[in-house]
């Protein structure tokens, strides 16, 4: 039995060393080996992440005069409709010769790698194919993965994180992690299978030592590494253990099946051209400002991580002694897909820009500036958007203020959606009112020449969220109960619409913008609850039916209106009632809208005094109409019209019959023939 024994524990030991040693040698997530068809092409394609790869071996003589590596985002082989995967070096020039290379290539900016189908070493000179990777449909990359919350309920020493994150196949990071750091032998812990215990092993700290008992932390982002071979996928948990009280404080389990980037990835060396401007903040990992005074003048460059249908927005506070949004003198700046694009922006509440009140271009103020941005450039490159404008300190405009040069202000910035009409919708992140006075981030832009930026890295695109069902709603109802609630972000009313509002859109009868079905010549009942105070804009949504599908036609100036715009009931208002969340938005945790619907509470001002009104569509109202709000831009939805409401139920009813009917002679002219 002993020797029974230990043959186990050898064989046990033996498969953990193959076991640490395979995956001390992972490279990613394998697409697949280069099928060899030319000039000696062969070796292997791992994705690291959902924009970078690591090719393997790679062999190729060198000798064609126009070869790239090549992929294509149509067409299930290599074709000339692919475009050029820089090389390692980030040089769209044809290719050298490789032996048994591994090197490091990054996607083009925009691009993932599920983007593709395929990827091969093509000449374009003679439209020729040297080898390939054919890469799956449903191919996913590495990711970070989310092993979920650390801690005890109740808590031991106080351990606590909101989220123990894999980062990659060797480094974890804890969010906001809490510890009393009373603990006399406490370490990071790890081990085989998800029981803690006296088996397992420290792991190094932030510092890199596995020696140093653990400090105190006090919600804090800690990201640690495993030294030598050890990976994630060697252990089933991570915590935090003291050896001599042999005690768990927290721990999490490990997955045995993970899709993590590999860890110690060669880095891509690539030139960052120096900033032409002498002063540069960091406004958040992923945003710069940099900015150059010039007599009267200044002239300023906003670089992001972010998409062509993304603005960065920066500019003064609307307030001297904090960062307030409200009041803010700041510039939209966003690159198009053509060209850069910056307008003046004078913010004087916070809602969408509706007759010259919430957060309105300067020229569509009530306070009636001009525009007081020039010299406007813009580029896309390597996944990082740049905006350059200039404007002078003190523009004379009543909508701008003035850019102190001796002393610092208080700034205001956020980041966001543009719209399809080119207008700024709420923020996805704005300037954060931390900091060491609480008050939020200043900048003196008269200071001497100063660049405290890192280069800004394109980091992976978040996976997309699964978009709610579209609403409906039984063609049997003829009243409608319309009020104003959360948009829902992207799994509501962006992707439904495939626009931007402002963060808040219809409900009727208490569903996400329905789409309606009526019928001509039936009388309908709308019980408006939008508000009827227009001194307070961002609670005041009159509801009309119109032709228009973006809608908001008091927002628009005169040249803005279509010729052919019909209204067909409306405007109307009534008292406020809204849904509002309860505490943070769930929208992106809520995997239907029902279950995001009752995180929801409503709100209603009272006496509760909706307006009615009766709308009856006719031969004229067009086959497609829209509800929409009339003073805010997209937040309604579509109405279908039709002659006969029931006449595809009717028809489904007769083709059930004829069903029927057909399956009762059949069974009749059979039972005859027996």
Known sequence: MEKFNLVIVIVSSLFTVIHAQEFANYFGKKIGDFTTLAHRVSGSVHAIDSTTLWVRGFNYDGTAPDAFFWAGVSGS???????????????????????????????????????YNWISIWCRLFAANFGQIIISSNFQPPAPFSLGVLGFNPRVHDVHADDVIIMDSQTVKFVNLDYDGRG???YFWVGEGTRPGTSGYRVPDENGSKTTVLRRYNGEDITIKFDGVLTVFDI???????????????????????????????QVQQPTPEPSLENCEELSDTFQVFW????????IELKGVVDTDTYMAFGLSGSDSMTSMVGSDVTVAWFDGTQGRAVDYNLNAYAQCSGGNGACADTESSNLGSDSVTNV???????????????????????????????SVYISWAIGPINPDGRAVKHATRTPTGGSNGNGKQINFGRGASNTCQPLAPGDKPPALEPWAANTLPPTITTFDVKIGPSGGERGYTAVTGNAGWGIALYINGVLIPELKVQRGLNYTFRIFG??????????????????????????????????????????????????SNGEDQADNSDTFAEYFETLTEECVTPSEPVEFVWTPDEN????????CYTHRFLGWKINVVDDITSGAQSAKINQNSLLLGFILVTIVLIFRL
Do not use: M
């Open 531 to 580: 508000g009827s105070n227009p001194a307070r804009p961002a609670d005041y949504h009159p509801v009309y039916i119109t032709n228009d599908a973006a809608g908001g036609l008091a927002s628009l100036s005169s040249n803005e209106i279509p010729g052919d715009l019909e209204i067909y009931a409306g405007p109307f208002n009534g008292s406020l009632c809204a849904y509002v």
């Open 77 to 115: 082989n290599p074709s000339s409709g692919g475009e050029i995967i820089p090389d390692e070096n980030g040089s769209d020039n044809p290719l050298g010769a490789y032996t048994n290379a591994n090197i490091i290539l990054r996607l083009p900016a925009g691009r993932v790698i599920t983007d």
């Open 377 to 407: 450039e813009g580029s896309v490159k390597d996944g990082i958007t740049s905006i350059k404008y200039t404007r002078q300190l003190n523009t004379g405009d009543a909508t701008d203020i003035v850019i102190p040069v001796d002393s």
């Open 292 to 299: 150059q005074v010039t007599g009267q003048s200044i002239d």
């Open 621 to 628: 109202t067009p086959d497609l109409v829209y509800y929409q």
């Open 236 to 266: 089933g948990h991570i915590g935090l253990w003291c050896e001599i009280a042999r005690q768990n404080f927290g721990d999490v389990d490990v997955p045995g099946s993970l899709s993590v980037p590999p860890s110690g990835i060669p």
């Open 184 to 186: 006399p032998a406490a």
